[in-house]
């Protein structure tokens, strides 16, 4: 396990490249979610040139430097090769934590390629975060898939076991709290601490253009009123068994603490290091800082015209030459100057991951 570290950290360092990749694997989707911020690509699937596998590789083999990568979708569990794409970022990019969240509608599948995955990648951390928006039909008609929360629950019990067998497997479960749930969240969270098996819990504020636009009228107070009780719960249950979870866990603590002042203010707290330390590709291989930014575009009418900063095709599969162009250095000196802010919980979490002076509240959150 120590060389996962030591792999982890020659990557943390190098800064040649982002650390840290978000990458939607397919815009496939069996659910059609109401706070869905990916609904247009999900409803455009059959239209789109997503990534070969042979196209991955090659991206992964000119991604130095990556230690992490998040894989979503649509649902990531849908793409028949799923579990053959975080090899090629394990071997070819050093990349020793993966997450994966699902909406857990195919049980036998995730239980199949995450036990293929883990021991494929010995040498990694995998965290797979099942959806949680409800208790029994809420959940089902919020995510529209009816006996969804019951895939939800035997995934629970499927990767429990899995965790039992592999180390290098943890199990998390997240809620985007929206509109829709809002009134339920805290019955969500004191069912979901009951009756499922993991090893820390999140709370997504609902962001984006989502599929129905009355997602976001969420009541002022409500995400840190949940969040706090997240917070107790997850200290009566005590530190995950791995220092891969504690460490995840202390982070995310860090970047929650400061989210829950972000959403109830606004205010701007850190820079942020999307673009440089983060990136985001989708199915097709289109490449941004951050899955807000565009929005924030949209919104302020700001004087950057595109917050795309390419198609990787286009670039030869090379994130170092598209980082290179002029227009991404535009984009990122935007982001800089104009102190581009939200509540984006990943963007945060690798604000705090890459800025030192809030190590000191990680290092709080790791003892605690």
Known sequence: MASRYVTALRGYLDRRTPGYLIFFVTPY????????????????????????LDEIETFARNFPGLHHVNFSGGEPFLRADFDAIPPLFYEHSGARFFTCATNSSMPESVERMVASICRRCPDAWLRITQSLDGIGPLHDEIRGRLGLFECVMEVNRRLDALRRQLSNLSVGVSMVLSKFNQEHAREIVEYAFDKMA????????????????AAHDVQPGTYTDVQQLVTHKISAAGAPRSFSGRLFRAINR???QM??????????????????????????????????????????????????????RDYKYDIRAM?????????????????????????????VLYTPRLWGRVAKNLLS
Do not use: W
């Open 29 to 52: 989707c069996n659910c059609r979610c109401k706070m869905c911020f990916n609904a247009e690509a999900i409803a455009n699937a059959q239209n789109r040139r997503i990534l070969r």
């Open 198 to 213: 993991f090893s820390d819990f999140g709370v997504l504020y609902v962001r984006g253009e989502t599929q129905d636009p």
């Open 254 to 256: 860090t970047a929650t």
């Open 259 to 312: 989210l829950e002042q972000a959403v109830e203010t606004g205010a701007y707290l850190t820079p942020c290091l999307a673009g440089r330390r983060m990136v985001v590709m989708d199915d097709e291989g289109n490449v941004e800082p951050c899955e807000m930014l565009r929005i924030l575009l949209r919104e302020k009418k700001g004087r950057l015209n595109d917050a795309s900063f390419g198609n990787i």
């Open 323 to 351: 980082l290179a162009t002029p227009h991404a250095r535009e984009i990122l000196d935007y982001i800089v100057k104009t102190k581009c802010h939200c509540t984006f919980e990943c963007a945060m979490a690798v604000n």
